[in-house]
């Protein structure tokens, strides 16, 4: 059964539109490169680092600036992107992940501000400081050891926190995983995890279609669906059935919109589905990039009747289009398999030459977006009518044309595949919940595993509190699990730490090897349409994982030349639309991130404003934190 998140459901921006961000002029240009008897389609290169898909032309990965075509990748080569006068970001990351202590020049006027506002972690001062604050919490740990020795798992893991409280953690290369945790077993006969994510405009039908798929594979239950037609007919919403099996909450059901993002599973012939069903309207983009930093793949859901479509492009001056949206942030947060569900296709008498049309104006904007085309599938489908969705059509009008050469939806989320886990190193879960369940007892979080894996007895390190409590129970889908696996979205339940210092945006981690909380951070950026040009000093809202905080850019370090890679000039006085730069960030409170090229789930980033998204971008080093 889908379980309905709290996937922080609080955000309600206003949202101002900066849909007229949508350029008629790219969008021609590009729609015609793919037209049929016209220039062939741009290739595309992957950068080796962060695997972002970069258009041919580019000379330096569009969003993390590593040179294409250096002989190795930039730790390996030393080769770097930008021309700075001392080592560049890139070369400061693989500093401390080599446990250089070099200080970082380059950008000296920004370094030295830096420094004065927020101690880098290298500085005796900051050491001091911390150690104080350490003390501080083990005082009170000390205490708690004495009220609350219930149980010898509590005292060991009270004691752990002690430990833990006085060290800033290892070194993360001389972690080594343990045999368990890489022994996959009998597994290997089992399928393969997907996280997927269902995004796009708002009445695309994503609800709809993810309640059609689900019932039609029986995840719900027959007397389930009659219910929730019983009761959307009653309050005049009939055609909202199907959506109603995602959309539980009252404002869902009474607006007919999603507000957070709902869980469902299913599995497909190899795989075994986590459904992240997103809003999709554009009060509640911020709960979208909460459940999009969770997957693997989208399926972007797009509405072929007759200006459904174009609204979602926000085309022809119309306020709105998600569609535009979703996909430029799916990407941004590292999705790079996309299947385009075409829906509605009853509205348009399953027309050929819609979809076509579809395809047709989708194709470069999504090669625009940074997909590579052979990562993208498109499914014509109406989820209404249940056609093409886990059964070959069965209209007339459908099967004329539609050979079924690319399948149902189904056979299409079936092709794709889950990435390479990263569970070779430390374990962190980003949380995105906090679970009340008896199950699991009053300290619950559920989240997707980012890395490492955990098994009943683990300990655990729960950021920013820095409380450290032993896994007592492990659930995926309201079944018991022993260990979980980096890409299992599970739902723990701790003992030994205070409910209270659970909170969505926190991390989970390893007690060795605790995730830094970031009180200021080098983010390398992509600017979206700017209403206003961006200032150093610029109040942004800083959305990593599942964390949203304000925060204030407190310096525009340079401007970069997307094709080259280099910084055509430091300290900008200002940023506008469509710009790549790196910049510093600093969030009101300390934010559990990571380098972007050491945790990828924990270190990307989008930085937003009044209910605007201003760029999306990744943390290539982390200056200060806690
Ligand atoms: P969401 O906002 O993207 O989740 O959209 P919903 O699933 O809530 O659907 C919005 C509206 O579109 C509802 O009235 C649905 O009944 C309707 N709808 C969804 N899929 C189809 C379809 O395939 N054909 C038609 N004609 N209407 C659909």
Redesign the pocket.
């Known amino acids: 059964m889908p379980r309905k998140g709290s996937r922080q459901s609080y955000y309600d921006d206003s949202y101002d539109d900066y849909y007229d961000d949508y350029e008629e002029e790219d969008y021609a240009d590009s729609s015609s490169a793919s037209a049929p008897g016209t220039a062939p389609q741009q290739p595309i290169w992957a950068c080796p680092i962060c695997t972002y898909d970069n258009l041919e032309e580019h000379q330096s990965c569009e969003m993390c600036g590593v040179v294409r075509d250096s002989p190795a990748p930039i730790h390996a080569s030393g080769s770097v992107p930008f021309k700075f006068d001392g080592p560049s970001p890139d070369d400061a990351i693989l500093g401390a992940v080599q446990g250089s202590k070099k200080p970082v020049q380059g950008n000296s006027h920004a370094r030295a501000k830096s420094k004065a506002a927020a101690p880098t972690s290298d500085s005796p001062g900051n050491q001091s400081k911390l150690s104080d604050k350490e003390h501080g919490v083990s005082e009170k740990l000390k205490k708690s050891l004495v009220l609350d020795g219930d149980s010898e798992d509590v005292k060991e893991s009270s004691k752990q926190r002690l430990q833990s409280t006085s060290n800033k953690g290892l070194p993360l290369e001389s972690y080594k995983p343990e045999p368990w945790m890489m022994h996959q077993g009998s597994k290997t006969a089992e399928k393969s995890l997907l996280n997927l994510v269902v995004v796009?405009?708002?009445?695309?039908?994503?609800?709809?279609?993810m309640?059609r798929i689900l019932h039609s594979l029986g995840r719900v239950s027959q007397k389930e669906m009659h219910k929730n037609t019983k009761e959307a007919n009653e309050m005049g919403?009939g055609?909202?059935a199907?959506?109603w099996a995602?959309?539980e909450g009252v404002e869902e059901r009474a607006r007919?919109?999603?507000i957070t993002v709902a869980v469902a599973h299913f599995e497909t012939a190899k795989l075994r589905v986590v459904l992240l069903?997103a809003?999709?309207?554009k009060d509640f983009v911020p709960n979208m990039i909460s459940g999009a930093s969770q997957a693997d793949a989208a399926v972007l859901?797009v509405?072929a009747?007759e200006g459904g479509f174009e609204a979602g492009m926000g085309a022809e001056g119309r306020e709105s289009g998600q569609t535009r949206e979703h996909a430029q942030l799916v990407r941004s947060l590292g999705v790079s398999q996309l299947v385009v569900a075409v829906?509605?296709?009853?509205?348009v008498q399953y027309s050929q030459e819609r979809f076509e049309e579809i395809k047709r104006i989708l194709t470069p904007f999504l090669r625009h977006c940074g997909f590579r085309d052979s990562s993208v599938s498109y499914v014509p489908?109406?989820?209404?009518?249940g056609?093409n969705l886990v059964s070959t059509p069965s209209d007339d009008l459908f099967r004329a044309w539609y050979t079924g050469k690319d399948g149902t939806l189904l056979d299409a989320l079936n092709r794709l595949e889950p990435p390479e886990r990263d569970i070779a190193k430390p374990f962190r879960l980003a949380v995105a919940e906090v679970v009340r369940s008896r199950s699991l007892g009053s300290a619950a979080a559920g989240g997707k595993v980012e890395s490492g894996a955990i098994k009943i007895g683990s300990k655990v390190m729960v950021m920013p509190s820095r409380e450290v409590g032993v896994v007592k129970n492990l659930e995926q889908d309201g079944k018991a699990l022993q260990t979980a696996r980096a890409g299992d979205g599970v739902d723990i339940g701790l003992q030994g730490v205070d409910a209270g210092v659970i909170v969505p945006g926190g991390v989970l981690c390893h007690p060795d090897y605790p995730v830094p909380i970031a009180t200021r951070f080098e983010l390398r950026i992509l600017t979206l349409k700017l209403a206003f040009p961006m200032l150093p000093g610029a109040q942004v809202v800083v959305h990593a994982h599942h964390a949203k905080e304000p925060g204030t850019v407190t310096n525009l370090t340079a401007l970069i030349d997307a094709k080259t890679g280099q910084a055509v000039k430091r300290s900008p006085r200002c940023l506008t639309s469509n710009q790549s730069a790196l910049v510093e960030v600093a969030p009101e409170r300390g934010l559990c991130v990571q380098e972007y090229i050491k945790f990828r789930g924990l270190g990307r980033v989008v930085l937003r404003s009044e209910g605007r998204t201003l760029a999306v971008g990744i943390i290539t080093r982390i200056i200060s934190y806690q």
């Open positions: 796009g405009h708002v009445d695309a039908g994503k609800s709809t279609l309640g919403k055609s909202f199907y959506a995602l959309d007919g919109v999603t069903d809003p999709g309207h859901v509405d009747a829906n509605k296709m009853d509205e489908v109406s989820a209404i009518a056609e």
